[in-house]
């Protein structure tokens, strides 16, 4: 047994013995699961928590340092794609905009995408972006009554032209960075959930001003699958960046339910200009990368080698920040939605509840449609198919933030450790502060209950004031709503 696969099983034996001793044994099969409160989700039976290393590293992030503020609504827009229903796929913080409500403690503005594309020519227009202002967050047992940002600048189709053909299930980042070589741009990924061509281009950027966007790009990142690329966007502090990653300080990543993207989020660097000039690059360009986080994917092994521990092909990382605190703090920051059930499986949600299996049967005999926590086979009784909405299901849902030490990154850029090597330290579990879809927007699609999946979206971060922005979707109707938290 290697040492990674050792640490794997220690790790889920105490796990296991934790769980016995507290008394949260899995369901009885056949036994259905009702909706639950927020605060409930989380120690429901049959769960899997998230377990990593004890011995955090020094002057690190911990969950402790996460102070909840609140939450806010998005503007209300009229219909598609003039809306944020269905949207969200991708967020950003301008500290520039809106000068207005520095006074109240949230300066700045967040970009926003809304109402995603569709394929086949149903909404070609869709994936606009917004501006709109940070009101003061606010608790509240409804999102109704939360206060409602207002639009800087309205949606603008700033894409019209570029990423044609990409509209299925699109994945979008961005990142706004105002560097003294390019001025404040706005830097953008962008694929779909099946990305046709490995070769095509995914970045590009574009002004922060929406009405003139002036688009340029697009460049494909260095020899970097796209489904690696292309999900979520980071500022790197420039200093780490100088040291450890060719100052290349412009993160990207994506994280593709199955492992296709690795088996765990990913993060590469790279910077789509070369000198003081600032100028763009041509068109169609291949950009330098460097590696920062990348796990084994399924593409090149059947098995969990190489994975993040805890690891579960139902898992969803949709967001991601690079923290840094005023006392020398710090993590690397990935958010979404984990797979924490004792089963997880490609097909259906089962309609006798969560803890019964409902794969996609003809596909059985070309992967391992179904696994067990600790990664083992499913039983054969377990391969029993049925219909609704084909995706990756776990028989339980967790909204996480999970913490990378950076000096683990670091060491993967050097070539110290493999860049599948680096864990998580720490998991902060969010579940209790959000809504959980209280309209019951696309059950079939999203879960209910303990097994809901998306429910979070991408994250954008305030370095100067330590303010972290987080979207849950599918809050508010089919909107999702703003939640906010403090890390000093």
């Not at 969200?88 to 109240?104: K, L």
């Not at 003061?136 to 990423?163: C, E, H, K, W």
């Amino acid at each position: 047994m290697g040492i990674r696969s050792g640490l794997r099983f220690i790790l889920l034996a105490v796990l296991l013995a934790s769980c016995q001793q507290s008394g949260e044994l899995p369901p009885e099969d056949g036994e259905a699961q009702e909706e639950q409160p927020a605060a409930e989700i989380a120690s429901e039976p049959g769960v899997i928590p998230t377990v990593f290393t004890p011995i955090p590293p020094p002057n690190s992030l911990q969950p402790e340092d996460f102070t909840y503020l609140g939450a806010f609504r998005l503007p209300d827009g009229p219909d598609r794609p003039l809306t944020f229903e269905y949207g969200g796929n991708a967020m950003t913080f301008n500290p520039n905009g809106d000068p207005s409500g520095s006074s109240d403690g949230f300066p700045g503005s967040l970009v926003i995408t809304g109402h995603d594309r569709l394929a086949y020519g149903e909404l070609p227009d869709g994936s606009q972006v917004a501006e709109i202002n940070i009101p003061v967050p606010a608790m509240a047992g409804s999102p109704y009554d939360l206060p409602q940002a207002a639009f800087v600048q309205n949606f603008s189709d700033v894409t019209r032209g570029f990423f044609t053909g990409l509209d299925e299930i699109p994945r979008i980042g961005m990142l706004y960075l105002d560097t003294p070589a390019t001025g404040p741009k706005i830097h953008l990924a962008w694929g779909e959930h099946l990305n046709p061509d490995q070769s095509f281009p995914t970045h590009a950027w574009f002004d922060p001003d929406l009405s003139n966007p002036q688009m340029q790009g697009t460049w494909t990142i260095d020899d970097v699958s796209l489904y690696s690329v292309n999900g979520y966007m980071l500022e790197i502090p420039t200093d780490w960046a100088g040291s450890y990653a060719q100052g290349r300080y412009v993160g990207t990543g994506r994280y593709r339910d199955g492992g296709w993207s690795g088996m765990g989020p990913s993060l590469i660097a790279y910077r789509p200009w070369s000198d003081e000039s600032g100028a763009p690059p041509p068109s169609s360009a291949r950009l330098e990368a460097t590696t920062l986080l990348l796990y084994q994917n399924t593409v090149n092994t059947e098995g969990l080698e190489g994975s993040m521990i805890g690891y579960q092909h139902a898992d969803e990382w949709e967001g991601g920040a690079w923290i840094t605190t005023t006392s020398g703090r710090s993590a690397v920051l990935f958010a979404g939605t984990k797979g924490t059930g004792a089963k997880y499986w490609y097909g259906y949600i089962h309609p006798a509840g969560p803890d019964q299996v409902c794969v996609e049967a003809e596909l059985a005999d070309q992967f391992m449609v179904c696994r067990r926590a600790d990664g083992s086979a499913c039983d054969p009784a377990d391969l029993r198919g049925c219909t609704g909405s084909t995706s990756w299901w776990s028989s339980n849902f967790s909204a996480q933030f999970i913490l990378y030490n950076p000096d683990d990154l670091a060491r993967v850029s050097s070539g110290e450790m493999q860049p599948w090597e680096p864990q998580p330290y720490a998991a902060v579990n969010i579940d209790e502060n959000l809504f959980h879809n209280p309209d019951g927007v696309e059950p079939d699609m999203l879960g209910v209950g303990g097994q809901r999946r998306y429910r979070i979206g991408d994250v954008a971060y305030d370095r100067a004031n330590g303010l972290l922005y987080v979207l849950e979707l599918f809050a508010e109707g089919a909107k999702p709503v703003v939640h906010v938290w403090r890390i000093p």
